[in-house]
Structure formats: C-alpha cells, structure tokens
C-alpha cells in the first residue's frame, strides 16, 4: 500500500503542477477518496495504528493535490466564456469589484483568488457539477415479490450536469443474485466426426435441464434452446453432387440429412420435455473440409434475438465441435465476395444467405456478442483447444472447455463454465458521445488503477462490489446519453450528461442602471450596454462603429487589446501606470515603456544612453544594441579604408558581408573570379571593339585596365576567354578594395583563328557530290554491261548446240498449199 500511496503521490504532483492537468488531479483525488474507503473496509486485519498512519498521509496527499486549483485566463469577455476556460474558474459579479483601468479579465479566476482580492463569497458564481440519481433500485439477492428478476445493478439510471473538464464520480454497485434467469442455446456441430457426440447429447437431455434448474434455483427460470450447423453448401466446403447432397454420409444405412449452413431448431423454452424430443429427432450430417460453418451460427444465433427469443436474462451460448472455424475472406475459394452483414437472415429456421454471404470476422462476433450481451462458451474437443482459447482473447466474457471423446462431460464443463463466467464482473460502457470520457476504478483486488473498464474477478454470490465511474466532459453539450454495464448481464446504468456552461447570477432587474451610466443593465456584475453604447460601463457612444470593430483599434497586428497594459475607450488606449516603476505605459497600443530595453553588465543601455520605447538612444561616442561600444574604428582600419570596403566597423571590429572573412574582410572562400562576365569590357578596354565599344568607360568602370605584352603580377587570376570576334583573349584580374572592382593586364595579342574559305567549301561540296554521283552512274551501267553479256554469251551457247544448222528448218512450212483433184486423170 506504500508504494501505491507513492505512486499516488507522484502523479498527484504531476499532475497538479501540469498547466493543463486540472481535471487529473481532480481524477486522483476522486481515486484516492474511493481507494481509501473500500480499502480500508477491505483490510480490517490491519492494526489501528497502521491505518491511521495511511489515512493521514494519504488525506494529506490528497488535500495537496486538491489545493493546487489554478485558473488560466485567455481571452475572457464574459463570465460564460470564463467557466469554460477551465474547471477551478470562478467569476465574482461584485459591481465594484474591478479597479479604474482593470479589464473584466481580472473577474475570472480561482475562488480563494478572487476572495483573497476582495470579492465577496456570495458574489462568486463558480457552477458545480450536479449529479442526480433518477432511478435507484437497492440491490436484490433474490426476485422481488417473488415474480420480477432481482436487481443486480444500481443505480439503473442517472443525470449529470457537468462543468467542462470537472470529473463527476458514480458508484455502481453490483450484487450477484441467486436464482437469475439464465437462457442456454445450445449450438451443436453435426458434421459426420461429432455422429457420437450428438448419440451422447440424446441421452443428457435431462441432466443438462437439471444443471441449469439447479443454476437458476427452479422455478422454471432456465429456458434452453437448440439449433445446429456443418457448413455451405458449396465447393470446396460440401461435396456438390446430386446424390452427395441427398445423402453426404459416408457409411451407408446410417440415419443422414442433407447439409446445411445453420439450423435454428428450437426456441429458448421452459419446456424441457420438448427440448430432449427435439434433440433426439436430429440426424447427423457431412461435409469435406475440416473447419466448419460454426461463426455463420453463431452470428445468427446473436442477430435473431427475436426468433431465439433471449430475454432479459444471462444468456449463454454453447457452441459444441471438434473442429476449427472459417472466418472471413474464406469464401473467396467458393467465389463468395460480399462480406457479412451482421443481420438476421433465418427464413423457416434456416440461414438463408449461406451460400451468399461470407463468413463473418472475429471481430464481428466479438462485436456482436458484446452488444447482444451473450456470453459464449466453447466446448470443443483437445485437438482444438488451443484454438479456441485464442479466440477467447479476443471475445470478452467467453470460456473455452474441453469436450471428452463422446461428450459426456458437457453438462459439467457448462457448469463450470456458468461459474466462472458470472463470477467475472466486467463492466464497461456502449458508444461514448463526442468529447466525454469515462475511466474505472474499484474496490476490489488491483482495481484502484484507472483503466477503461472495471474489473472485479472471482466475486462470489451475494457479495456487494463498487465500481467508481469518472465521467468527464470536455466540451459544452446538451442531453447526451451512454449506458454502463456489465456484461453478459442485461441490466445497465444509463447515463445522461448535460454541461453547465452558463452562469446563473440572479442580476437585478434594471435596464438602465447607474453603474452602467444609465445606458445599460448589470449581467453577471458587467455591463450590456444598450445599442449605440459601448465601454466598460457603457460610457462610449460608438457611432456607427460597433463595439468589435472600436476594440479592433486598439489591437497591433491584431494582438493583445492595448498590449494588456491599458484599456480600450471608444477605439483608444488608455494606458496603465507601471506599478514597480510608478511610470506610466505610453504609445498608441501602450506598447512603449523606458525601463524593458537591454542590458549591459546587468546596466541598462550599458550606462550609456536613454531607454524609450524598449531601444537604447546612445550617447555621444558610443553605438551598439546596449550602448556598449565606444564609437572608434581604429582596429578596422585597413590602409586608407575601413575592412576594405567590404564591411562595416561595429564596436571597432569588422562586420564583414558578402561572405568575406573576419578580421579585415581580405579573403573570401566562396567568390570567384568573374573571367567569363568580363570578356567584354576586355575586349573594349584593350582593342576598342566589341558589343561595349561606345559606352566603354561607363559600363566598364570597375576595371582597371593596362595592355601589356606580358604579364608581370604573379598573384592575379590568368584568364583565357573568346571574344565576339572569335578570338582569345588572354588577361589577368586582380581584386581590388570594395566590391567588384579589379585591376586588369590584358596582353596585346590576341589569338584569332582565320574565317574559313566559303566558296572553296562550297565548290568543294559541289564537285564532291557531282564526283559521287558520277561514281554511282559508273557502277549502275557496269553492273548492267556485266549482265547484258552474261546474257549474251548464255544465248551463244545455246546457239552452238543446234543440230539443223546448215539443214532446212523442220519447223519450216511453205506459204503455198498445193491441192490435188482425185478426179483428175491427167488428160
């Protein structure tokens, strides 16, 4: 506990010494006040001594961090704006309370502030939260009458009106009942492995009933329900084929259903009888792969709260199997692509969007089970506990059990299971509103660390817990509501938050009251001046100008209204007298004053000059920022010249620019020699041509030119450029005292290159090209001669091979065809 009250001690101080750590340390002191109680009830085994010893120290931590309330004022017009600058802000509505030239800035600050400066308790408005218990029902361990559920959770319903940024603190307190109402669904697998499991379950019907009278008390306050699961009924999770659909089963002449995706069965009843009926009327069914369809139940069994009929009651969820789970994006290999909608789609008991929907996402079933408060328990096989219990981290108040080979052991693994999830008191909350925060502490074991929920493990029945609920608001709102619960318990806290951002000052019904100069009415000890009026006491007769835009005028560069060390009247300051100096502020913004200006060997202005307006005016003879230098440059001087013109002498020591170096501004590492932006004074200065021929001596009168034959200072830049005839043009440059200014040699010849021979180069291009041309006509008509007599000599040989050369042709015929009359007999 020592080292808790040192914790404690540390953050406490912390945060009280932090500018923005108010309600922190308002936290704590919340915390501190709830730790001490419970822990002290908590610890009697304690000796007396000891615990006085604690309480002192700790009240005394406590009142430390308590007394740290401090108020920091911004822009502050009104006592509206000053309760939302922070939470220990007050306003003192006292009329008098400002003094001549105080702004109403000075009305807003903590209360023993403002009391220590003379305001009257009665007159300081400091709102403070409110809380308000609506309904607040004691805590039952057993029903009421004898018919209504037992109150486990009180308060059920609270209104805060809560200062911004100021903690309200609410106990909850919870007792858990004997005999609460408890609605089991029992979600079973009946793929073709969990064929002994379902044998097993038909003849544990009755225990089960019987575990979970014993649970409730009788009465007929269990109800039980059933509903079963495989898988889609798509590849590659079933098989497809028409007879496979029919009967999936692998052995034959066994009792088999078609697949399915989820089956709701039987409704949550009373009836047990009928429950043991409708179990032992189920079938075993198959499927391929190994994990199975049981989150698409389970999200269905949670969405259609209606269809199983949970009620106002404890509701578990057993969901029994001896394989893994898909989850979603597993769909995508049977080309299911639209995600999970999180929403009820049983038509005559059956998932109807199956083969539609993908699976849903841990996270979805997290979510859901949380909002629909069920509480899952999984009981699964051993080779798959370690899955499950993964999953059960990240599914709040849920417990993983582990199924024997036949199940024969479900009805005490969900007996175990029920003792261990009510025993686990969670509480938490449903969506916050925007700006409201809320932490957690308690008086049970490690409960005192603020955390975002509250915890209280291992509580047994009929013990009382407290729950410390921080609420904070940061901003201004209006009837915002959240509930607390916790879960797995349908009973909750609703909360509903309003903020106090207003002030209630009781003013006196006046219109034109004399404080205001007859002009206007006392709001909250201010004036509100009637139209036309303005000022502090409405004193200012604005004109056409609004209040605003007078106020405007009085701002420089739109910063503190007059500096904050005068008063705005009708658009001009009117400036403060500073209470150290007795002098009074002056300039148009009351900006100036004669004793802020810097100092030398802790003198102002070094002893040397006159303070105004915040810069030292030296005397006669010396210079400076403070008025420290003597006004001399005799460490500056170089030759005829101060730092080589290259600077100026400060303080007798040389400012250099440009880049030169310190002490004489002589080197400079960075600057080159301008060579090639020079040719063309050069070139006017040394031959009298170029493009600077007619204004040579104004445009070029930087440089110092001689035309030498060769150059004789070793020291100077050696230049080499071309010039606008196309010659070098070999120089050298020397830097001279000041800026840009060099000594120049340029040598007297220079380099020019001969124009080319135009027409020898285009009587040269000519013949070339007619020379090629000529070549090309050539090589044609060679090629053709080549061909011409190939084909000649081919035709000779051809010739030669003839045999009726010296013969008559064969082919020959007469032109002259000779008839004979057969007639004819020659006579």
């Known amino acids: 506990m020592c080292s808790l009250f040192k914790s404690f001690f540390v953050s406490g101080s912390t945060q009280a010494h932090t500018k923005n750590s108010l309600s922190g340390a308002t936290t704590q002191f919340h915390i501190a006040f709830a730790f001490l109680v419970n822990y002290s009830t908590s610890t009697l085994e304690m000796s007396l001594s000891s615990v006085s010893l604690q309480v002192v120290v700790l009240l005394s931590v406590t009142i430390s961090v308590w007394s740290e309330e401090t108020c920091n004022v911004g822009a502050v017009h009104s006592c509206a704006d000053c309760i939302k600058t922070g939470p220990y802000c007050a306003w003192c509505k006292y009329v008098n309370y400002t003094k001549k030239g105080e702004p109403d800035a000075t009305r807003c600050n903590t209360q023993a502030v403002l009391r220590k400066e003379g305001c009257p308790g009665t007159d300081i408005i400091y709102p403070e939260n409110n809380y308000k218990p609506i309904k607040q029902k004691p805590l039952t361990t057993t029903a009421l009458h004898g018919t209504a559920a037992p109150v486990q959770v009180s308060p059920q319903e609270v209104k805060l009106d809560l200062r911004p940024d100021l903690p309200q603190t609410i106990q909850l307190k919870f007792k858990r009942a004997e005999g609460y109402p408890v609605d089991l669904y029992y979600l079973m697998d009946l793929s073709w492995s969990m064929r002994d499991d379902l044998e097993r379950l038909k003849t544990l019907g009755k225990d089960l009933v019987t575990a979970l009278q014993e649970i409730t008390g009788g009465g007929g306050k269990a109800r039980i329900g059933f509903g079963s699961f495989v898988d889609k009924t798509v590849l590659p999770y079933t098989n497809t084929n028409k007879e496979k659909l029919k009967y999936p089963c692998p052995e034959e002449n066994v009792r088999c259903q078609p697949p399915f995706g989820y089956h709701h069965i039987l409704s949550l009843t009373n009836d047990y009888e009928l429950f043991n009926k409708k179990v032992a009327d189920q079938n075993i069914s198959a499927n391929l792969d190994t994990p199975e369809g049981g989150l698409d139940a389970v999200m269905q069994a949670a969405v259609c709260e209606s269809i199983i009929g949970w009620g106002n009651t404890t509701r578990l969820l057993v969901l029994a199997t001896d394989d893994g789970f898909h989850m979603a994006g597993d769909g995508k290999l049977a080309a299911i692509l639209e995600p999970n909608n999180e929403t009820c789609h049983l038509e005559q008991n059956i998932y109807s969007k199956s083969n539609l929907l993908d699976y849903p996402s841990v996270g979805q079933i997290a979510r859901t089970l949380q909002r629909t408060m069920i509480q899952p328990i999984f009981a699964v096989t051993s080779n798959v506990t370690d899955v499950y219990t993964e999953l059960t981290k990240m599914i709040p108040k849920s417990y993983v059990g582990e199924l024997s080979e036949n199940s024969d052991n479900v009805v005490a693994l969900i007996k175990d299971a029920y003792s261990k999830l009510s025993s686990n008191i969670i509480v938490t909350h449903d969506t916050l509103p925007d700006d409201v925060t809320v932490k957690y502490t308690s008086n049970c074991a490690g409960g005192s660390t603020p955390g975002d929920q509250g915890v209280c493990p291992n509580v047994p029945l009929g013990q009382e817990v407290t729950f410390n609920i921080i609420v904070t608001a940061k901003k201004c709102m209006e009837n915002k509501s959240f509930s607390v619960s916790p879960r797995g318990i349908n009973e909750k806290l609703m909360v509903t938050i309003s903020t106090r951002c207003e002030c209630e000052c009781d003013d006196p019904n006046k219109k034109n009251h004399p404080h205001c100069n007859g002009q206007g009415e ?209 120089f050298t440059m020397k830097e001279l005292e000041g800026f840009d200014k060099y000594k120049v040699e340029i040598l007297e010849e220079r380099e020019c290159v001969p124009p080319p021979n135009i027409i020898a180069i285009v009587a040269g291009s000519v013949a070339g090209v007619a020379l090629i041309g000529l070549l090309i006509l050539l090589i044609i008509k060679a090629l053709m001669y080549a061909r011409d007599l190939k084909e000649w000599k081919k035709f000779e040989n051809e010739r030669k091979k003839t045999k009726w050369a010296n013969a008559d042709n064969p082919l020959f015929k007469e032109a002259t065809t000779t008839v004979t009359n057969p007639t004819f007999s020659g006579e």
């Open 522 to 730: 006392v709001r909250c000890g201010t004036c509100s001046c009637n139209k036309g009026y303005t000022g502090q006491k409405c004193e200012c007769h604005q004109g056409i100008m609004d209040d605003v835009s007078l106020k405007a005028l009085c701002r420089k560069d739109n910063a503190t209204e007059c500096e904050g060390r005068g008063e705005c009247i009708c658009g001009q300051c009117q400036c403060y007298t500073n209470q150290v100096t007795d002098k009074r502020y002056y300039g148009q913004f009351c900006q100036c004053d004669d004793e802020n200006c810097n100092r030398h060997h802790n003198k102002l202005c070094a002893g040397h000059g006159k303070c105004k307006c915040g810069l030292c005016d030296c005397d006669e003879g010396y210079e400076g920022l403070t008025c420290e230098c003597e006004k001399t440059d005799e460490a500056c001087k170089t030759g005829e010249t101060i730092c080589h013109g290259r600077g100026e002498c400060k303080c007798n020591k040389c400012n250099c620019a440009r880049g030169y170096q310190e002490p004489f501004c002589l080197t400079c590492q960075s600057c080159t020699v301008p060579c090639e932006q020079s040719v063309k004074c050069i070139q006017c200065l040394g031959f009298l041509d170029g493009p600077y021929a007619k204004n040579c001596s104004e445009s070029c009168k930087h440089l110092t030119a001689t035309v030498v034959k060769r150059s004789s200072d070793a020291d100077a830049k050696l230049c080499k450029e071309r010039d606008s005839e196309n010659c070098w043009i070999t």
